[in-house]
């Protein structure tokens, strides 16, 4: 092959310049600078797209923190599957404008149907939507409520919270709608210790006994304005409410959502299939007991929530991180945790129905006895829906569960006669009769159902600290 590198060498008058053997070496040097003059340009640009693709990413880290709207925007448009659950039983949430839903409900004659009830569950809705924004916009701000601080309400116990108990020397007499249904309330105690307790520090969540779920509705008296009582006032108080419960009809509700509010408290928030409206109710009993306290508790009488827990620290997730901005709204960091976590219960247990059929006229002997456990007495007072129609039960099942048997293949689901028409019965019941199928029925339901009160925070017994 001829030697092209050696033509380096020549002169023009064919003397040489250096010797042929120094030629190839030249050559090769000429060689390694058109590469580094290449090579330099590509290894810079390559280095600054891959610096702004890191800050890229770092920045989208802190989008939750920065953009808090975003976030909640982007977290709505997830709720396809929810919406497709709600529609089902709630017509009035579905597609239309909302005059046209009103409209067509004053031709239903009234009730939850009707005019009025198409525009409480929509108030509800606003309601429970402005909750969840607020969460958002003005951040985590933990503390006490009516009145009471942190310390005032807890006392750090071991590892877990103990709750701070204030006799009252007028007891606080409030009309309430307790969650009786075992299997709904252990759903929404069960999915609140895998969503939320994982992300609190310790003692950092008051979590509610969920066999005092409830829906405050009415107060008789309160603590801002209590209104003393004798024996013959309470009794009196009791048969007028009782009245009221007798032509009130029992309530099949059905979850909507789980919202965080800024003050840390955990709601599940309900609206009504059948039954009587919680605004109808209310008004009835302002009308039975028009010596009741004129400033209510619960302001809005259209809302229905059951309060789940109470966060009184900044999620474990959020205190960790030391890149917020300083334009950051404070306890935004907080908020985008938890609101990931009611956002995955929500999620989960969306569609939820329950029966509330029963009226609890309590009177606390403390303050807030009902949500810190304290002393109250009850007397239980049924929703016998007199001269009405009565409304249809909930069964109690979880969408998630639901949702997989409806995927399932009808004959794994259904026995032979079951799939052709007959009675359903799960796989396994074909050689049981009928008691024992039901019997086997409500001894795997019992065994679904978690423990009255499970403590988060099981530590030896340490000395007692206000928070």
């Not at 709608?177 to 210790?193: C, F, I, Q």
């Amino acid at each position: 092959m001829f030697p092209y590198y050696a033509l380096a060498g020549v002169r023009e008058g064919g003397a040489s310049r250096r010797p042929k053997h120094r030629g190839a070496a030249g050559s090769r040097r000429r060689e390694g600078l058109w590469f580094w003059r290449w090579f330099s340009p590509l290894l810079a640009i390559s280095v600054v797209a891959w610096l702004g693709y890191f800050h890229h990413f770092a920045a989208l880290s802190r989008l939750p923190s920065k953009l808090p709207d975003a976030f909640l925007q982007q977290q709505q448009s997830s709720n396809g599957v929810c919406e497709v659950r709600l529609s089902r039983v709630l017509p009035a949430l579905g597609s239309g404008s909302t005059d046209a839903r009103v409209a067509q409900g004053s031709k239903d004659g009234g009730g939850e149907h009707g005019p009025d009830g198409v525009a409480n569950t929509h108030e509800r809705r606003r309601l429970y939507e402005n909750m969840a924004a607020s969460l958002a916009s003005k951040g985590l701000l933990v503390g006490g409520t009516q009145g009471l601080s942190l310390g005032d309400l807890f006392q750090v116990h071991g590892r877990g919270l103990k709750a701070v108990l204030h006799e009252l020397d007028i007891p606080v007499r409030a009309v309430v709608m307790p969650l009786l249904d075992t299997k709904v309330s252990a759903w929404l105690h069960d999915a609140l210790e895998r969503h939320l307790v994982p992300i609190m520090p310790e003692a950092g969540m008051w979590v509610q006994n969920h066999g005092l779920y409830h829906s405050t509705v009415f107060h008789a008296s309160t603590h801002t304005s209590p209104i003393p009582a004798t024996l013959e006032r309470v009794e009196d108080e009791k048969e007028r409410i009782a009245s009221v419960a007798r032509q009130s009809c029992p309530l099949r509700v059905v979850l909507e959502r789980v919202v965080a509010t800024p003050g840390g408290t955990v709601l599940a928030c309900w609206q009504l299939a059948n039954g009587t409206d919680p605004a109808r109710l209310r008004r009835e009993l302002r009308a039975a007991l028009p010596e009741a306290p004129a400033k209510q508790m619960v302001t809005d009488e259209a809302i229905l929530h059951t309060t789940l827990a109470r966060v009184v620290a900044q999620p474990r997730l959020a205190e960790d991180r030391d890149d917020q901005p300083a334009d950051a709204v404070p306890g935004s960091a907080g908020a985008a945790a938890l609101q990931r976590a009611v956002h995955e219960m929500t999620q989960e247990l969306c569609g939820v129905e329950a029966t509330m059929d029963t009226l609890w006229f309590v009177e606390e002997q403390d303050r807030l006895a009902l949500a810190l456990e304290g002393r109250f007495s009850k007397h239980p007072l049924p929703l016998q829906c007199e001269g009405g129609q009565q409304a249809q039960r909930a069964v109690a099942r979880h969408p998630a569960r639901q949702l997989r048997e409806e995927q399932q293949p009808q004959g794994k689901i259904f026995g032979e006669a079951g799939a052709g028409g007959g009675e359903g019965r799960l796989v396994g019941d074909e050689g049981k009769g009928a008691d024992e199928r039901e019997k086997s029925r409500r001894q795997e339901d019992a065994g679904s159902v978690l423990p009255l009160r499970r403590m988060v925070h099981k530590q030896p017994r340490q000395q007692d600290k206000r928070l």
